[in-house]
């Protein structure tokens, strides 16, 4: 006579542990995943800024005067200034949301030719970051630099994430670029 055969309870709950451990492991997995994809608006669009800034930074530009014949005036590169406001103008307006900005948030100090608009920089797509823009000292000379910064809480529990690209001129007069985006809580 032949034995049933089935499965005894120890080896059921062994699956069934096995099976929540996998689970955990790849809901974390998961969710990490996702974390990181949101974040990459912002480290892909502060490495936008900084490109832009030191391509903004090697524009010749000249004195605003009027030259006679055989007159010289020295070309100036200079740092783009300062943003007078962030877009959006609040991080509560990317608490755990998206924010759709205008074309004119981002012309704000076009007038002056400082900030997003010196940088040629805009969003057109929905955002999820804060972005701000801070030139400091004059632009001009050595050590002088610029911070682009995004801020974001993606979850909406308060806890505010930060990245930042950094350029600053070099004693070769030349504007150099932070190798990597500075990130301080990337995950909230």
């Keep these: 006579m032949k034995a ?4 005894t ?17 790849a ?22 800024m900084g490109k832009l800034a030191a391509a903004a930074y090697q524009r010749d530009t000249m004195a605003k005067i009027i030259l006679l014949k055989g007159q010289t005036t020295a070309v100036q590169h200079a740092i783009c200034g300062s ?8 991080i509560t307006s990317v608490k755990g949301a998206m924010f759709q900005s205008k074309a004119s948030d981002w012309q704000v100090d076009a007038a002056a030719n400082k900030g997003f608009a010196c940088l040629h920089f805009s969003m057109s797509d929905p955002q999820r ?18 911070t682009a910064t995004a801020n974001g809480d993606l979850n909406g529990d308060g806890v505010t994430s ?27």
């Design 83 to 90: 943003a007078s406001a962030s877009v959006p103008a609040s």
């Design 4 to 7: 049933k055969r089935g499965f």
């Design 162 to 188: 930060t990245f930042t690209m950094t350029g600053k001129i070099t004693f070769s007069s030349e504007l150099t670029l932070a190798p990597a985006v500075g990130e301080v809580e990337p995950d909230e």
């Design 129 to 146: 970051f804060m972005y701000s823009y801070a030139m400091s000292g004059t632009g001009t000379t050595v050590g002088d630099s610029f």
């Design 27 to 48: 809901t974390h997995g998961v969710r990490k995943w996702i974390a990181n994809s949101k974040t990459a608006e912002a480290r892909n669009s502060l490495g936008q």
């Design 9 to 25: 309870l120890v080896e059921m709950m062994i699956v069934v542990v096995m099976v929540g451990v996998l689970a955990t492991i």
